[in-house]
């Protein structure tokens, strides 16, 4: 009675610990060892390898797991490869009823999910029991009705093959069914690696899947260590990898991949902002802020972890914020009323200690709250560093733990310049009671998901990515299909080509004079020169002569000297770079789809003026019929008009989450691409790759096609002539890799386009992993330009912009 009236007088919580039996029952069953899940059984290689799995919160074995080897990978891709012959051609309509029965049977055994995802990851119950497991059906209940929906409503797609997924341990349920449900609602098939510390729930989930009976091979789960996790990325007979996990990898993967033609998705890390503004309900922020960085130990690659509030309420709010984390409860992942659990392991913790001491030793203020933690296990307490300048490391990199750094700002664009100083872009979150303001700040923030006066909100009717070095691709939603399917037309690419180890990409020496000018006859029988019209670089809305002062031949079919064009260099591409940037930041990416539009028309109106003389260049370089070369022409007014009907219709949708409020997917521009044009269809080729990126609001640097580049340089009086502000659109002719290497290296550009060799298309892809350019690449295979289907629409859109989700909750 005592006890009762004790409680009652402190408030204080008892322990309402969740019984981890059935758990362990499943593990005795299996002996307390697993094998690989390979064609909807246990297989066990002889003489394997095991791993243990730990719980790291009281440092007990749960179970042996399977290392396994190049054998079982090949096994489980030949596995998945069978299966896609059936899978691939199952009705989408029976693939929906699969993933129903799926999503219904992992309701079914949802406590059991989610007490073993809290036993083997450390995460509370509390958070696997009403956010991971209830997400994980979520998504496979979504992508059944797109499974339903394929064959009507994506009838342009095909999936694109053997999917190879590599997933983190931060959560680990949730990231599997991120990624299995599209592959396989789209008609993929699937070999997927759970992280080594958090394997046993991956294999818990194959064997629900079986029983959802679901055919043998379409999803195949195998553990393993990252050298495992390799072979699937090498493996020859993948066509796409999906990755989620550390910036370091994706660029290692991304690497790896390069010029193989296989897609490509990464999940990367984050260092996401979390900004309040003095006029923000602070007592909400203050529990935004314990969701946004303490929700799953702060292992959040969205978690807010740099906190950025207004100078005049920081002391306020610091003060708030650590009156809360003083009631912070961190201790046994099964106990129902605890805020945080354990930290996944031993070497994570290490890194998480190791980056509050780097804060201190680089003048930061800790803060962690005089609170209990279990004597046993891998707990760590919440903590908050203040006084760090911006450019700190701890304010920089990922840390991936418990702990938030804070900043101040004063004015509305200094909040919006903080959130963007980091190399990530995944997440963002605004508060602020002025909508205005939070939704105009939202909209200036890089990254993929921002969430107004809430955080952390994840559905699967919205995409979720990143920008910058968050990766590219997204996953939920429609937009999340994207990475399963590709255009029904095309092939998986498979370029061929023979990697020269000894020549360096992209060098180039300038060329030399060649032919003799050409001359014309009088009627007086002298025969004079033609007065010279070496086009110029166009930069900036101006004609400029190349930086170099080296000029190239432009011969016709015959080997006659047609014309010249300047012979670019590095200097050129980064002026044109600075132009590019300019014509964004003054205005090209804000005037409404209308303006763009009509500016769209006015090009195609001047173009189809001069219809002729364009028609008679194509004739000139490439020695093509006249009927070719006015076709090519026709329909690059054509293409034209398609993508000034497209300005102004592709802004995004309004998602149909499960917030309260309204979750709207906006695409927006990429920012400033480098395209380098192909040299089938000279002008074709180039405005079907300029066009839609402008349209979009990007602004383009442009590599005209290296062989016939002289429609391109007429191109550019069109231009002049139609309203297009200078700087939106930037050519520079010249070796098309020698310049292409400069837009890939360049750390201002955000996508590069590659229309040339299969070995270019590699050494850009390569070069990529940088900085995680987004690149897209035609692996030197054919595309038949003229073709509606190949030469324009929706894949050309998805590739000019990326999207953001904006959550805002509605409500008193
Ligand atoms: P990680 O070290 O990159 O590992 C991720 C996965 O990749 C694991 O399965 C790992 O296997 C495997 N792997 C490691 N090296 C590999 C290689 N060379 N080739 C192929 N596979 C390889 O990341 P983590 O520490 O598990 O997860 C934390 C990171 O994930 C954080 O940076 C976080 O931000 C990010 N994350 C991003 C998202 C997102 O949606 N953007 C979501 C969650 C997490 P082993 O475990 O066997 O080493």
Redesign the pocket.
Known sequence: MSKILEIFNTMEYGPAPEAPDAVKAWLDEHGRKFGLFINNEWVTPKGAKFYSSINPANGELLAETTQAGQKEVDAAVGAAREAFGTWSKTPGVTRARYLYAIARNLQKHSRLLAVLESMDNGKPIRESRDIDVPLLARHFYYYAGWAQLMETELRDYQPVGVVGQ??????PLL?LA?KIAPAIAMGNTVVL??????RLTALLFAEIVAEAGLPAGVVNVI???????????EHPDVDKIA????????R??RK?TAGSGKKLS?????KSPFVVFDDADLDGAVEGVVDAIWFNQG?????GSRLIVQENVAGKFIQKLKNRMQHMRVGDPLDKSIDMGAIVDQS?WDTIDGWVKTGIAEGGECFQPNIALPEKGLFYKPTLITGLDPAAATVQE?I?GPVLVSLTFRTPSEAIELANNTRYG?AASVWSDNINLALDVASKIKAGSVWVNCTNQFDGASG???YRE??YGR?GGREGLFEYLRPTWMDRPRPEFVLDEKKKWGEHVPTLPASRQPTVARANGHSLPLVDRTPKMYIGGKQVRPDGAYTSSVLSAKGKLVGQVGDGNRKDIRDAVEAAHKARTSGWAMRHGYNRSQILYFIAENLDARNAEFVKRIVEMTGRTQKSAQAEVDASVERLFTYAAWADKYGGTVQETTLRGITVAVNEPMGVIGIACPDENPLLGFISLMAPAIARGNSVVMIPSQKYPLSAMDFYQVLDTSDVPGGVVNIVTGDRDHLVKTLVQHEDVDSVWYFGSAEGSYHVENESAANMKRTWTGYGLPRDWMDREQGEGHEFLHEATQVKNIWVPTGE
């Not at 393993?224 to 990325?233: E, H, T, W």
Request: glycine fraction near 16%.
């Open positions: 590599i997933i983190p341990w931060n959560f990231m991120w690696k759970p992280a080594s510390y958090t553990t393993g260590s990252s050298s495992a996790g390799s072979m699937i990325v990755f989620t996990g550390s910036t370091d990898v994706g290692t993967l790896q990464l999940e990367l890390g984050g292992q959040v690659c969205c978690a994570q990922e991936f995944l979720f990515g990143g968050s990766g996953e």
